[in-house]
């Protein structure tokens, strides 16, 4: 187990060696010094991964480079979902399409997932294969979401979504964790604790949509529901009789509205805040994440083992 390297140390080093990727693009093609962009964020699937590598004996400058590649796919993904949703603001920042244009961030986006498979080829034969694989199942969930826009959809159909589009990265992380720490017997394990780990995060994160302010978000506020995305707490809200017709009116409202009039969604948001949606959804992440303590109880490095547990625990009860 690691016990030299500080968690910190390690994201320290991970958002140097991103940083200095971008730092030396040619400036003619982009500049990273005039157009800044936050590529760690909170820096959750590096922390994740680098805490699962301690739980399974990993040696951390393999997991740094794990948890590295991620983030750069992760934040290429960014890039081109803040172009879809036209967002204004990522991680604090104003977003790179509402600086320099979406032709510049889409292509952005591409030369940061490009640094991500140069990275990938570096940890195993197999790695990059399943990467690709992971960057395609991401894709294929962002594009079922958009299908499923203002729509009513089942707790099921947003699982997949949440499974396809956060939970595979997750998945790709612990599993290649697995593989370069020559622990295959784990793998099927490490596989269930990525995607339920990635579900959780997200379910989470959407509750934020509800509950968080921009200031402490870090993004546009309500930015789901307007952009009708059908999430845990409303899809809990939705369902039930008393509220049903309501958020319906109002969801066919926000899709109809052309002036960006955010009444709609505020009383939407009212609704799933006062009437305890956003706790039940929260609940059910709990349950997730104790559904967990199994395969976690399976790593190796059991001091270790119980970090994580602890990381990922805190999840459901996260406000930023």
Same mark, same amino acid.
């Given at each position: 187990?690691?016990?030299?390297?500080?968690?910190?140390?390690?994201?320290?080093?991970? &958002?140097?060696?991103? @940083?200095?990727?971008?730092?030396?693009?040619?400036?003619?093609?982009?500049?990273?010094?005039? &157009? &800044?962009? @936050?590529?760690?964020?909170?820096?959750? $699937?590096?922390?994740?991964?680098?805490?699962?590598?301690?739980?399974?004996?990993?040696?951390?400058?393999?997991?740094?480079?794990?948890?590295? *590649?991620?983030?750069?796919?992760?934040?290429?993904?960014?890039?081109?979902?803040?172009? !879809?949703?036209?967002?204004?603001?990522?991680?604090?920042?104003?977003?790179? @399409?509402?600086?320099?244009?979406?032709? %510049?961030?889409?292509? #952005?986006?591409?030369?940061?997932?490009?640094?991500?498979?140069?990275?990938? !080829? @570096?940890?195993?034969?197999? %790695?990059? +294969?399943?990467?690709?694989? *992971? !960057? $395609?199942?991401? *894709?294929?969930?962002?594009?079922?979401?958009?299908?499923?826009?203002?729509?009513?959809?089942?707790?099921?159909?947003?699982?997949?979504?949440?499974?396809?589009?956060?939970?595979?990265?997750?998945?790709?992380?612990?599993?290649?964790?697995?593989?370069?720490?020559?622990?295959?017997?784990?793998?099927?394990?490490?596989?269930?604790?990525?995607?339920?780990?990635?579900?959780?995060? =997200?379910? #989470?994160?959407?509750?934020?949509?509800?509950?968080?302010?921009?200031?402490?978000?870090?993004?546009?506020?309500?930015?789901?529901?307007?952009?009708?995305?059908?999430?845990?707490?409303?899809?809990?809200?939705?369902?039930?009789?008393?509220?049903?017709?309501?958020?319906?009116? &109002?969801?066919?409202?926000? =899709?109809?509205?052309?002036?960006?009039?955010?009444?709609?969604?505020?009383?939407?948001?009212?609704?799933?805040?006062?009437? +305890?949606?956003?706790?039940?959804?929260?609940?059910?992440?709990? !349950?997730?994440?104790?559904?967990?303590? %199994?395969?976690?109880?399976?790593?190796?490095?059991?001091?270790?083992?119980?970090?994580?547990?602890?990381?990922?625990?805190?999840?459901?009860?996260?406000?930023?």
């Amino acid at each position: 187990m690691n016990k030299i390297i500080s968690i910190d140390d390690s994201l320290h080093r991970i &958002n140097l060696e991103i @940083n200095s990727l971008l730092d030396r693009v040619d400036k003619t093609v982009y500049d990273r010094s005039r &157009n &800044n962009f @936050n590529f760690m964020g909170k820096a959750v $699937r590096s922390r994740f991964t680098l805490l699962l590598g301690d739980a399974l004996g990993l040696q951390r400058a393999a997991a740094e480079r794990i948890g590295a *590649t991620a983030e750069l796919i992760h934040t290429a993904s960014l890039m081109h979902d803040d172009c !879809v949703d036209r967002s204004s603001l990522r991680r604090g920042l104003p977003t790179l @399409n509402e600086k320099l244009g979406v032709n %510049t961030a889409i292509l #952005v986006g591409d030369l940061v997932a490009s640094f991500a498979f140069d990275y990938a !080829v @570096n940890i195993t034969p197999e %790695t990059p +294969g399943d990467l690709v694989k *992971t !960057v $395609r199942s991401m *894709t294929e969930g962002a594009l079922l979401e958009e299908n499923l826009r203002y729509k009513k959809i089942s707790a099921e159909q947003a699982e997949r979504i949440l499974q396809l589009k956060t939970g595979e990265l997750f998945r790709w992380c612990a599993t290649t964790a697995a593989c370069v720490a020559k622990k295959p017997d784990l793998r099927d394990a490490c596989e269930t604790i990525g995607r339920e780990t990635g579900v959780v995060f =997200q379910i #989470v994160d959407d509750i934020l949509d509800f509950e968080g302010e921009t200031g402490l978000t870090g993004k546009d506020a309500l930015k789901d529901i307007t952009e009708g995305r059908t999430t845990l707490p409303l899809i809990l809200a939705i369902n039930d009789s008393r509220f049903c017709e309501e958020i319906e009116r &109002n969801l066919t409202a926000l =899709q109809a509205g052309e002036n960006r009039d955010l009444a709609p969604a505020l009383r939407i948001a009212a609704i799933i805040r006062e009437n +305890g949606f956003t706790d039940s959804a929260r609940a059910l992440a709990a !349950v997730k994440i104790r559904a967990l303590e %199994t395969e976690i109880a399976r790593l190796p490095e059991r001091k270790a083992a119980t970090a994580f547990m602890d990381y990922i625990s805190a999840f459901s009860t996260r406000t930023k």
